[in-house]
């Protein structure tokens, strides 16, 4: 199996490098990232909301590293497209299709890894959707409810049910993929932001429930990782606000002192440390991935 070389994936999977475009003299697109060369070889990782953005990225990443990886989305058609990359690749990877705020869908999920893999070594969750953005008075409880449901309740399921098996296999790694908003606020994203501060209160108690069982949980902090997802952030906090998305995006920008997106690679670096032995020794920690919007 082919391994990744230091400083980045193999040819085959390694992320086409951004280029950097300049406004107002500062750097706004991330330009691409070295990979770090941490090894995974015969580990089995699942993955979920693996069907674009951070996910494919953290799929494609830790597949190249050598890991048996199942990765997990409701988007069937992406899912499959990823399973032929990653195969084409060389390296070994199943798609799951499922809703994983629906218990039987996680259910069905666990029993597929089980049949296929026997077990998981680590286990990243990163399914999340943006929720409405509203003033408090005008969010329905419908948009509420599914946010709570698909950010916060699909890895509380996802962790019930893979601990049994990380304890039968003497130990392992969570990774939950948080958002800055997990510690500063947004106006008028009040469900996403509950569900971000949520992961990390869940993140702390499940390090210290599980530790003694050799099992390790962190959460990583990302912001404003250049991509799809947060282009459709951009855009409905534009139309809240009445303001263009470049306004927008150039707002959040400003919070950061390197003016400038974050590449999904560092997200993906900080998950490949995080669940590797190199971090044997940090559990409920939440590391920030934002470019300097936050410190603390």
């Not at 699942?46 to 050598?66: D, N, Q």
């Not at 400003?254 to 044997?280: G, K």
């Amino acid at each position: 199996m082919e391994q990744p070389r230091f400083g980045g994936l193999p040819d085959r999977v390694r992320p086409r490098r951004r280029v950097a475009t300049a406004h107002r003299g500062q750097e706004v697109t991330p330009v691409g990232v070295p990979v770090l060369p941490v090894g995974y070889a015969d580990k089995v990782v699942l993955v979920t909301g693996a069907s674009r953005g951070i996910g494919r990225v953290l799929v494609k990443g830790f597949a190249a590293a050598g890991a048996r990886t199942m990765f997990v989305a409701r988007r069937e058609a992406e899912l499959k497209d990823l399973e032929h990359e990653i195969a084409g690749a060389g390296h070994e990877g199943r798609a799951f299709a499922a809703d994983l705020a629906k218990p039987a869908e996680v259910d069905a999920m666990l029993d597929a890894m089980m049949r296929e893999f026997g077990g998981v070594d680590v286990l990243v969750n990163n399914v999340g959707i943006p929720g409405p953005t509203a003033p408090i008075e005008e969010t329905p409880l419908e948009g509420w409810n599914e946010t709570i449901a698909v950010n916060l309740t699909s890895a509380f399921l996802a962790i019930r049910g893979v601990v049994p098996a990380m304890r039968r296999r003497g130990g392992g790694a969570i990774v939950n993929i948080g958002s800055v908003n997990g510690k500063t606020p947004f106006a008028q994203r009040s469900s996403y932001a509950a569900t971000k501060m949520g992961m990390i209160g869940m993140t702390r108690t499940l390090a210290l429930e599980l530790g003694p069982s050799g099992i390790r949980v962190n959460c990583i902090l990302p912001a404003n990782v250049a991509g799809e997802r947060v282009d459709e952030v951009f855009a409905a906090q534009a139309k809240a606000r009445g303001i263009t998305v470049d306004e927008a995006k150039q707002q959040v920008l400003a919070l950061s002192p390197l003016h400038t997106q974050v590449a999904p690679e560092s997200v993906l670096n900080v998950a490949l440390f995080l669940a590797s032995d190199h971090a044997r020794h940090m559990t409920g920690q939440d590391v920030n991935v934002t470019a300097g919007m936050i410190m603390y």
